[in-house]
């Protein structure tokens, strides 16, 4: 059955593209509008954008609404107060959050989904697949199917000690990396635990990235959050 819905959505993905889709300066196929992204959901409504204020206890810190990432400056705007994942993903969080919530811990989102066109802001500044997506193939974020987060106290919000800042790009944020404090390898360690254990698969470089599987699945997306905020 699974692989009947795959076939459908990879034709599905075939008629998007030829329906005239705009195409990046790097020749990727992306969503800009409304109407498309209306259009992928036709007959796959498990495609659709959820906004992560819906989960319980969450933290919405998202650092590039602000100047507090590698960039140093605001690449969202500066009123921006929600993200997004897509259906499957949204709720395998939701199940994370559940877990945590279990345990007395909430979830921080850094970041979650992010329009293409900052993708190919990021490409410009850094062009290094460790810790940038190439805009030729887009990334997770683009497709609403990766989040990056940290952990806090669920009763005080404090941030839980994390091996790093989040965007720091030494080793030090590397998932292997053993050269910090018990209780950071440990905290790092359960984060990890509980993601993989709802289907998310981290990224070996950064300890705080988690993507879902099946990236072929959904479209690139540059949608800014404006026009995300006027979806029901």
């Known amino acids: 059955m699974r692989s009947v819905m795959i076939c459908l959505i990879i034709s599905d993905m075939h008629n998007m593209k030829a329906q005239n889709l705009p195409t990046s300066t790097y020749g990727l196929p992306f969503i800009n509008s409304i109407s498309l992204y209306q259009k992928s959901l036709l007959n796959h409504p498990e495609k659709q954008m959820i ?6 206890e969450i933290i919405l810190d998202l650092r590039y609404a602000t100047k507090n990432n590698f960039m140093g400056k605001n690449m969202y705007p500066e009123n921006t107060k929600e993200t997004y ?14 877990d945590f919530a279990r345990k007395g811990i909430c979830l921080i989102i850094y970041d979650a989904y992010r329009p293409y066109f900052v993708t190919e802001a990021f490409w410009d500044s850094i062009k290094d697949e460790h810790y940038a997506a190439n805009p ?3 990334s997770g974020h683009n497709r609403g199917i990766s989040v990056d987060l ?8 404090r941030p839980l000690p994390m091996p790093t800042t989040f965007d720091n790009f030494t080793d030090t944020a590397h998932q292997d990396f053993s050269g910090i404090d018990a209780t950071r390898i440990l905290n790092r360690k359960l984060l990890k635990q509980v993601m993989e254990k709802y289907g998310f698969i981290p990224l070996s470089t950064e300890w705080w990235h988690f993507s879902w599987n099946d990236a072929a699945d959904f479209e690139i997306l540059d949608l800014n959050f404006q026009q995300l905020s006027t979806l029901k």
């Open 85 to 98: 994942l897509r259906r499957p993903v949204f709720m395998a969080l939701d199940s994370v959050a559940m």
């Open 51 to 56: 906004p992560l204020s819906r989960i319980p």
């Open 136 to 138: 030729a193939k887009g």
């Open 150 to 157: 940290g952990l806090a106290d669920i009763d005080t919000h």
